[in-house]
């Protein structure tokens, strides 16, 4: 079993709609990053939580440390929101990353 | 403007003949880190370095090398390149102050072929 798992693998939606992509874990961790990597590869850090949660404009970030589980919200979903979004825990210096999940919103 | 530079963007290179891929940041970041991303499998760390002269083995170093002579600059080398190490790599920094993590800053990754 990975230690990090993500869900759904996959996702469509509508323009609009409320996405929710979560992600669990099995280790004790000092951080949980939430990364977007959109086609043709860059990654960019979105979040990085260690407790409770984080918005930033539509994006909304979770973290149950007790649950090792952590959800990112998008509201009013748009099409520049298609992308692979992946989670990942840091112990101590080792970063572990789960296996992402590609979202891609219709207009 | 504060980034991650890594070089080049592609390389298709040969078994066995030696190359580097150069990462770069100017932040002022003390972790660097390595990373390898295959289909299927995600990303994966490959080694990463607290500070100068501080290095460490990830999930997958083997077939690596790394080195942290200056704080900017984290070199990742392999030394006799084989087809399995044909990979999508990625370089990233974090500041790290006092022991604890901020955000990840990535390079722009290296598609690197071996035939």
């Known amino acids: 079993k990975n230690e990090v798992e993500q869900s759904p693998q996959n996702l469509t939606a509508q323009e609009g709609e409320f996405i929710t992509i979560n992600c669990s874990y099995s280790?004790?961790?000092?951080?949980l990053h939430w990364l977007q990597q959109h086609p043709g590869g860059g990654i960019v850090s979105l979040f990085m939580?260690?407790?409770g949660k984080k918005k930033h404009g539509r994006l909304i970030a979770t973290i149950n440390i007790q649950e090792k589980h952590s959800s990112l919200h998008i509201t009013a979903s748009h099409p520049r929101d298609s992308a692979v979004y992946i989670c990942?825990?840091?112990?101590?210096?080792?970063?572990?990353f789960g296996t992402g999940t590609r979202l891609t919103i219709i207009p | 403007e504060a980034q991650v530079t890594q070089n080049p963007r592609y390389l298709i290179t040969v078994t066995g003949k030696k190359l580097t891929v150069t990462c770069s940041q100017n932040?002022?970041?003390?972790?660097m880190s390595w990373y390898r991303q295959d289909p299927g499998l995600g990303l994966r760390q490959i080694y990463y370095?607290?500070?100068?002269?501080?290095?460490d083995k990830g999930d997958v170093p083997e077939g690596y090398k790394v080195s942290r002579k200056e704080k900017r600059n984290f070199p990742l080398i392999l030394e006799s390149p084989s087809p399995n190490q044909t990979s999508l790599y990625f370089c990233?920094?974090?500041?790290?102050?006092?022991?604890?993590?901020?955000?990840?800053?990535f390079g722009n990754g290296t598609r690197l072929t071996v035939t």
């Open positions: 932040m002022n970041h003390e972790y």
């Open positions: 990233a920094s974090s500041g790290r102050p006092r022991g604890v993590w901020s955000p990840l800053h």
């Open positions: 370095s607290m500070n100068v002269e501080v290095t």
């Open positions: 939580l260690s407790s």
């Open positions: 280790v004790g961790i000092s951080a």
């Open positions: 990942a825990v840091s112990r101590d210096e080792k970063l572990t």
